[in-house]
């Protein structure tokens, strides 16, 4: 059974910076796309990025040149640094694959930025 566990969410200001972490209990990890989704209140789940195997990236353009995604296949985690976030930025963050495969999704982790 696949276990996705995201961590890091949090309380911070404008163009303050979090590291959001995910630990996959997925079987040949480093082969798969993997992606970070964000969901707002009232607003569908969007992509924000997603790393391949081979670390191509793909950023949404809300997020290109603030946000990095990377991973490290040895333990199984993909991590999403955020930097100068905004108050948009505001949203519950997932990990899964891409394409999300929907029994995968977690609980997420909650970023808010406010002052």
């Known amino acids: 059974q696949v276990q996705l566990v995201e961590s890091g969410g949090g309380l911070v200001q404008p163009g303050g910076s979090l590291r959001l972490s995910c630990v996959a209990s997925?079987?040949?990890?480093?082969?798969?796309?993997m992606g970070w989704y964000r969901q707002a209140p009232g607003q569908q789940r969007e992509l924000v990025a997603s790393?391949?195997?081979?670390?191509?990236?793909y950023y949404a353009d809300s997020v290109k040149g603030r946000f990095t995604i990377s991973r490290d296949n040895a333990k199984k985690t993909v991590y999403l640094q955020m930097n100068s976030l905004k108050p948009e930025d505001t949203a519950v963050y997932y990990c899964?694959?891409?394409?999300?495969?929907?029994?995968?999704w977690g609980q997420g982790t909650q970023v808010t930025v406010s002052s």
């Open positions: 899964n694959k891409r394409p999300y495969v929907s029994d995968y």
């Open positions: 997925i079987s040949i990890f480093s082969v798969h796309t």
């Open positions: 790393i391949t195997g081979g670390w191509s990236t």
